[in-house]
């Protein structure tokens, strides 16, 4: 049987260069980059270099990106680590948005939980965009942190935030952007947007997954959550992943100089299986839950009105078809996505919703023969 892999939003398949670098890395020898003969000394030269690349893609200092295992680390070291710096100075006010990762989410509640912090939740529309007025109204003086994804994980849609960033700087508050879905995809300069923190994941990019990373722009006060060494300046203790380092530079080098041929053509992927779902199924109701002119250009979340989201996963598996939703089984129950449901979206729209997302690899043949299958499969479920 084929198999359709429609879910990089998830995970993406690790580019080919990307394998070759890091087994070249791993093959040069047993080097700890805190150690100072001759191997140590190798491994740092590697670390620096691949540091030096990423920071030069972002428009960074090297000193201000930090590795991490991967964007859950970085958005919890970005929230706990920044919020108990800011409560040295009287500011235990968090405010972050309704479809925000759980990484975000959770760090945030379990600092109101368990250290006193005052936590406001920002509502957004039915395209998942942040209320501009809501949020201004919820900074003040004693506002710490606040975070606010980039682009959304769910259904694609990107916030505004430079505009954001503005609003929180006005009161001295911090900004946080989660950014593991846009890291290559946008262009933008970190010197040049009024943002402190930034997390990333390399996984998403087509590099290995286990390794990531936290922008921390100069001068933004952060506490360490891990004690030990003094690796990554004291703010991340642990000997470095230097072939997950090297595999997720090497991803972003590749990601950013193909982009502009690349993007284009994923965004074709995406509206033309828009278009082709839409034609076969011209008959069924079917309604897209994404921003197609102004959101992520590989993501789509589409309801499949009368149709089960679960029963839909479960028929796409069985032939051959990789997609997901929003929902996490949890004690054997389907939990519908935060994120739909914080987007106000009817029950018959949230529980018949499932992400498509596109990348390397995906092809305009394979869309249009996976796009017949599904339409059979949603027809015999109506059936």
């Given at each position: 049987m084929?198999?359709?892999?429609?879910?990089?939003?998830?995970?993406?398949?690790?580019?080919?260069?990307?394998?070759?670098?890091?087994?070249?890395?791993?093959?040069?020898?047993?080097?700890?980059?805190?150690?100072?003969?001759?191997?140590?000394?190798?491994?740092?030269?590697?670390?620096?270099?691949?540091?030096?690349?990423i920071a030069s893609i972002l428009d960074c200092k090297s000193n201000?990106?930090?590795?991490?295992?991967?964007?859950?680390?970085?958005?919890?070291?970005?929230?706990?680590?920044?919020?108990?710096?800011?409560?040295?100075?009287?500011?235990?006010?968090?405010?972050?948005?309704?479809?925000?990762?759980?990484?975000?989410i959770h760090s945030m509640e379990w600092l109101a939980k368990h250290?006193?912090?005052?936590?406001?939740?920002?509502?957004?529309?039915?395209?998942?965009?942040?209320?501009?007025?809501?949020?201004?109204?919820?900074?003040?003086?004693?506002?710490?942190?606040?975070?606010?994804?980039?682009?959304?994980?769910?259904?694609?849609?990107?916030?505004?935030i430079?505009?954001?960033?503005?609003?929180?700087?006005?009161?001295?508050?911090l900004f946080h952007v989660d950014a593991v879905q846009t890291l290559g995809r946008v262009p933008y300069s970190l010197q040049q947007l009024p943002i402190d923190l930034m997390s990333f994941s390399s996984h998403k990019i087509n590099g290995p997954q286990g390794i990531g990373g936290l922008y921390i722009a100069t001068g933004t006060p952060i506490e360490a959550l891990q004690q030990g060494g003094?690796?990554?300046?004291?703010?991340?203790?642990g000997t470095e992943n230097l072939a997950g380092i090297?595999?997720?530079?090497?991803?972003?080098?590749?990601?950013?100089?193909k982009r502009e041929k690349w993007q284009p053509?994923?965004?074709?992927?995406?509206?033309?299986?828009?278009?082709?779902?839409?034609?076969?199924?011209?008959?069924?109701?079917?309604?897209?839950?994404?921003?197609?002119?102004?959101?992520?250009s590989h993501i789509v979340n589409i309801s499949f009105i009368g149709v089960d989201t679960e029963s839909m996963l479960m028929n796409l598996d069985m032939a051959g078809i990789a997609v997901s939703s929003g929902s996490a089984c949890t004690s054997g129950s389907l939990e519908r996505s935060h994120v739909l449901k914080a987007m106000g979206l009817s029950a018959d729209r949230l529980n018949s919703a499932v992400r498509f997302s596109f990348g390397m690899g995906n092809t305009i043949e394979e869309i249009e023969e996976a796009a017949t299958i599904v339409a059979s499969i949603v027809k015999r479920i109506h059936s």
């Open positions: 084929k198999s359709y892999y429609f879910d990089h939003a998830a995970t993406t398949p690790i580019h080919p260069d990307v394998i070759a670098a890091m087994i070249a890395s791993m093959q040069q020898g047993p080097g700890n980059a805190s150690s100072i003969h001759r191997f140590g000394r190798n491994a740092k030269h590697s670390l620096n270099q691949s540091r030096d690349k201000e990106f930090t590795f991490t295992s991967g964007g859950t680390e970085s958005d919890n070291l970005a929230i706990i680590g920044a919020a108990r710096a800011q409560a040295l100075k009287g500011r235990k006010h968090l405010i972050t948005s309704a479809i925000e990762h759980h990484a975000v250290e006193g912090f005052d936590l406001t939740i920002i509502s957004v529309d039915q395209q998942g965009y942040v209320n501009m007025a809501e949020l201004q109204d919820a900074l003040s003086e004693q506002t710490a942190l606040v975070s606010i994804m980039h682009g959304n994980n769910e259904v694609g849609t990107l916030q505004p430079e505009k954001i960033g503005e609003l929180v700087h006005q009161v001295g508050a003094s690796q990554e300046r004291k703010r991340r203790a090297v595999g997720f530079a090497t991803a972003l080098d590749i990601c950013v100089n053509f994923v965004t074709n992927l995406r509206n033309r299986w828009v278009e082709l779902l839409q034609q076969e199924l011209e008959k069924y109701p079917i309604i897209v839950n994404s921003d197609l002119e102004h959101g992520l």
